[in-house]
């Protein structure tokens, strides 16, 4: 391959349109705005510098000159494309050398790391040694805080990211934190779809009636856990079927949605259209009559959900179950 061949060319490309921009707005002057500006004139005379130095280097009898004019042309190019990634890369390697402990303390310190790097016989490991310690609220429970939220969504060691939650469950962390201020425990997996995570905690004690911060209006304790776990697609059916296997209410009634009050978690689930949830709430006991103040029935999704589903059957075959519901209730009364 002749590259001495490539570069001139592209060099040969890149002048032409220089020459072409320069021309253009010495023979046209840009009016007004960022052109007519300090910066738009020198703008025009950098580029009138870079189109004299490239021809310049290019017309040279030597390779070496053509090169130098490719660099000059490449660098610029590379460091847009590359520049966020190159100082990312820098940034982490900072702040890798300069890491700070997550905890003071080396012992909890220690821990946290195993949490963070999915290192759950190393954490059992340290949890051995200081047992007792975690029973204090205020020193261990910010570490199953961590863990939990470490744990994320399902991912290639979320085997080990949940043996690390069950660990310190095991080892008689608190479910429940002292302070009033944070937020329940079961929240984060609930709203990320992550139903093993959410589980683990349901069999250790979270509560599956827990109500949480309503983000809308700010109030705390107002909004019952399994509308959160229909925040998410992702996850929302496995997420609610735990709740409801731990007794949380089927027929649960949010304050406010929207423009809508009183909204059951039943119309919640219609109103996204997961029918499948609707068809095991019904099953768990919700009240597929309910009604909001304002008028909002199961009936009122159902007709915005035909015929929402020509090629998945199984949402297909769940629409039509709880649709089925609702025609035997308005014939029948039951």
Sequence with gaps: MNYLKIVTIVNSVVIALLFLLVMAETLFPTKGGDAASGMGRAIYYVAIILLVLLSTLNLL???????????????????VAFGSSISNFKRGITNWIEAKPLFEDKERDRMAVAIFNA????????????????????????????????????????????ESIRALLQAGVSIKSDDPDVEKIHFSPATSGNAPVLRLLL???ADANARVTDYGSGKRDVVPIVFEALATSYGAYACVKALLDHGADPNAIMPWDGDHEKMSVLLYAAERQYWGVCRMLIEKGADPRYTTPDGISLQTFIEQGDSFYPENKQALADFEAVRAIVERLQTTGR
């Design 203 to 205: 069999e250790h004690g």
């Design 61 to 79: 009898p030597f390779n070496w000159s053509k090169y130098t004019a490719f660099v000059i042309i490449v660098v610029p190019v590379f460091w």
């Design 119 to 162: 290192k759950p016989d190393q954490l059992k490991k340290y949890i051995a040694e200081v047992q007792p310690r975690l029973w204090d609220n205020a020193y261990g429970y910010p570490l199953l805080e961590m863990a939990v939220a470490n744990a994320g969504s399902v991912n290639n060691d979320g085997e080990r990211r949940l």
